[in-house]
T-cell receptor, first 112, second 113 residues
Framework: EDKVVQSPLSLVVHEGDTVTLNCSYE??????LLWYKQEKKAPTFLFML????IEKKSGRLSSILDKKELFSILNITATQTGDSAIYLC????????????FGQGTRLTINP | DGGITQSPKYLFRKEGQNVTLSCEQN?????MYWYRQDPGQGLRLIYY???????QKGDIAEGYSVSREKKESFPLTVTSAQKNPTAFYLC????????????FGPGTRLTVT
């Protein structure tokens, strides 16, 4: 059974701190790993990672994939209260159709 | 504006009633998906459809049904057979390309009492 596990499940930090969110996976037919941010309702896309060792960066957020050890990390530097959200990791698999397998999510709270 | 709409935002039903959640997209995407989100459990796939008039069960299809009569629309019916229907339901769509990104609607929160 395909499985994606995120840690920690919940994290509370102060504004300005740096955080690292983890995502490990065990799936067949791995294609890509995706990170989403869910603030209130609809998850919004952050990154898609397909190749090992290549960092994707967008402002204060960055992410990297390790296909040998089967995990990815999402880093957020100089956190702001607007970064408070649930961060979802998903792995894209193809078994006759494109499917995403989601982790449980990490609830990040940034206190001022 | 292109996007995915879901209605209603909040829905309340009595136990034993079927209820249908709407999902419409104008992104011209071929594939559409329904997920259920419960606290601490991430998103779980209920049903998905790659083309019109075709759909497949996801991981938790029991107690749900769908139809895909039009490319733009993928309604989900929560039947009385679903044991724990109270949840947040998200609809998504995607192109059938090597970009695996799925675009999500705003969700419907269903409460059954």
């Amino acid at each position: 059974e395909d499985k994606v596990v995120q840690s920690p499940l919940s994290l509370v930090v102060h504004e300005g701190d740096t955080v690292t969110l983890n995502c490990s996976y065990e799936v067949t037919n791995f294609r890509s790993l995706l990170w989403y941010k869910q603030e209130k309702k609809a998850p919004t896309f952050l990154f898609m990672l397909t190749s090992s060792g290549i960092e994707k960066k967008s402002g204060r957020l960055s992410s990297i994939l390790d296909k040998k050890e089967l995990f990815s990390i999402l880093n957020i530097t100089a956190t702001q209260t607007g970064d408070s959200a649930i961060y979802l990791c998903a792995v894209a698999t193809v078994q006759g159709a494109q499917k995403l397998v989601f982790g449980q999510g990490t609830r990040l709270t940034i206190n001022p | 504006d292109g996007g995915i709409t879901q209605s209603p935002k909040y829905l309340f039903r009595k136990e034993g009633q079927n209820v249908t959640l709407s999902c419409e997209q104008n992104l011209n995407h071929d594939a559409m998906y329904w997920y259920r989100q419960d606290p601490g459990q991430g998103l779980r796939l209920i049903y998905y459809s790659q083309i019109v008039n075709d759909f497949q069960k996801g991981d938790i299809a029991e107690g749900y049904s769908v139809s895909r009569e039009k490319k733009e629309s993928f309604p989900l019916t929560v039947t009385s057979a679903q044991k724990n229907p109270t949840a947040f339901y998200l609809c998504a769509s995607s192109t059938q390309t090597a970009s695996y990104e799925q675009y999500f609607g705003p969700g419907t929160r269903l409460t059954v009492t």
